[in-house]
């Protein structure tokens, strides 16, 4: 074993969890092997190392976390009271809490995110997030409109839990991914069984052992581990699901549609992004360039709504690419556990590939390659580092410009006017976020109103908060993360006519 895994293995954070390397399924709140007995090798990005082996679920494991969500939600989890709900979340905000450290450690060393520039700094947010969603379960309510009827009838909306959610989540940010599923179902009382991603399954696990030790009846959260095509898409098809949340490339979401279609299950997909961020020659250029660059490299540019396509006025295109090239020049890539790290390893090699065939592929269509696009060697040849790689001079035809790159790969792409920035920056299938640095309140609004995306940030880059929420446009999916529209998509409507003859 190499230098980075001695290091995480020496730390006092050395849990049972992280010692016992065979992992399992966490069904009816305990670990629960393969029907098949067969398990899948999960490693660290950073080093290429095993890490753990989880348990390879199929069908017949899917069927039983199934099984046990449902008897659950018929179960005693359906007499618990809203607040009963509220004082279980925040319970649970408090374990996550107290557990913090150690989360992210297994974070780190499943997924590579860095531990003390990305993960340790977000756990206000993270625990701010739940605690969000301990509000909302208070917050359910009907409606009593006033009927025109004949006679005496009194008409409800209910609102009810839409029963049996299936989550599908990506490898990218699992411990905050999974709270925007846990979240609504434990506000809302439904129950869940969550396929984390073959890549980075442990955190998830994990937090679900948590959830019972905060009180939660066993089977209302489940876990399935497994492969997408086997585990995912059982779930996805499962007669007895109400509901799939999936968050993932927009390819596999419309796979996700045509599997719901047996049952009519409702959906909420978070898919693919190629988000345009858009720099007028007016902008703080000191908050522009540090904005947009950890826009596109933040978390080695695994983010669905990373802003990869850069449009900047032409006026400052050279100033920009200079600017931007220093800025990722001093970035720090390398190992996730240590202290300066700013950016860690990309996920697998097979992504690293992918990233550097699309480096490869601008260069041909004609891209000017101002930094980076190299793998990094030495102490970190056995992981799956790439510099931060910026394109200038791009075309909003390339290749580059058009595909989601999910790699730390900027392209920069002069405009001239502002009509002709809305019109490339909405020239693209996806619709996730987009961002406009500029000091001008009239040319900021044109974008606001113009830009087709779910999200568009002015002067900023990547905040989310939970009551606003997150959602995408066009073929970046649909549904709503956070927010009351959210909560929505976890209770279906039921109307009462009540027409008393008395
Ligand atoms: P993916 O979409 O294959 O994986 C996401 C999740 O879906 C994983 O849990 C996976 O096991 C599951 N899955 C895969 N195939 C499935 C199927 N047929 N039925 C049900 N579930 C299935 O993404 P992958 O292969 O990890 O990454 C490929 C590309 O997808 C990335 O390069 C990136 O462009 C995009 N992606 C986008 C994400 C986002 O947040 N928007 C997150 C992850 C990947
Ligand atoms: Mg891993």
Request: hydrophobic letters at 45%.
């Amino acid at each position: 074993m190499n230098a980075i895994s001695n290091a995480a293995l020496s730390t006092p954070l050395l849990t049972p969890f992280l010692v016992e390397r065979n992992k399992k399924h966490f069904i009816d709140g305990r670990w629960v092997g393969s029907a098949s007995g067969e398990c899948i090798d999960t490693f660290n990005p950073a080093t290429g190392g095993l890490l753990a082996t989880l348990a390879r679920g199929r069908q017949e494991d899917v069927d039983r976390a199934v099984r046990v969500a449902r008897q659950a939600f018929e179960g005693p989890w359906r007499r618990f009271t809203p607040g009963q709900r509220q004082r279980l979340i925040m319970r649970f905000a408090e374990l996550f809490d107290k557990h913090f450290d150690e989360l992210t450690l297994l974070e780190s060393l499943d997924m590579g995110a860095p531990l003390h520039t990305r993960l340790r700094p977000g756990k206000a947010a993270l625990v701010q997030t739940i605690l969000y969603y301990a509000a909302q379960a208070r917050n359910i309510q009907g409606e009593t409109p006033h009927n025109s009827l004949p006679g005496q009838v009194t008409t409800m909306i209910l609102k009810a839990p839409v029963g049996v959610v299936g989550a599908i989540i990506p490898w990218n940010g699992p411990l905050f991914a999974q709270m925007h599923v846990l979240g609504p179902v434990l506000a809302t009382g439904c129950t869940a069984i969550i396929k984390p991603a073959e890549d980075a399954s442990l955190t998830v696990l994990r937090t679900a052992e948590l959830l019972v030790e905060a009180g939660l009846p066993p089977g209302v959260v489940n876990v399935v581990t497994g492969i997408g095509a086997e585990a995912g898409a059982a779930l996805a098809a499962h007669p007895d699901v109400n509901r799939i949340a999936f968050t993932g490339s927009t390819g596999v979401g419309r796979e996700i549609i045509k599997a719901s279609a047996g049952n009519m299950k409702r959906l909420q997909l978070e898919l693919g992004g190629k988000s345009p961020d858009i720099v007028f020659a007016d902008a703080d250029l000191d908050k522009a360039v540090p904005g947009v660059a950890m826009g596109v490299y933040g978390n080695s540019g695994q983010i669905c709504f990373a802003g990869t396509r850069v449009f900047v006025q032409r006026s400052i295109q050279a100033e920009f690419l200079e600017r931007m090239s220093a800025f990722g020049n001093t970035l720090k890539v390398g190992d996730p556990l240590a202290l300066e790290t700013d950016l860690g390893p990309l996920i697998t090699q097979r992504q690293l590939d992918r990233v550097l065939g699309y480096v490869e592929q601008g260069k041909q269509e004609g891209a000017a390659l101002v930094s980076g696009g190299r793998r990094l060697g030495g102490d970190l040849a056995n992981g799956y580092f790439l510099e931060p790689t910026l394109f200038g001079n791009v075309s909003n035809q390339m290749t580059v410009a058009q595909e989601e790159i999910f790699g730390p790969v900027a392209s920069v792409i002069p405009f001239d006017t502002a009509d002709e920035a809305l019109a490339l920056a909405n020239a693209t299938p996806y619709g996730l976020a987009s961002g406009v640095w500029s000091a001008n309140v009239n040319t900021v609004m044109k974008m606001v109103h113009g830009i087709q995306a779910g999200t568009v940030w002015v002067n900023c880059y990547g905040m989310v908060d939970p009551a606003v929420g997150f959602g995408g446009y066009k073929e970046s999916g649909y549904g709503w993360k956070g927010g009351a529209a959210q909560i929505d998509g976890y209770l279906y409507q039921k109307a009462a006519y009540i027409n008393v003859t008395a």
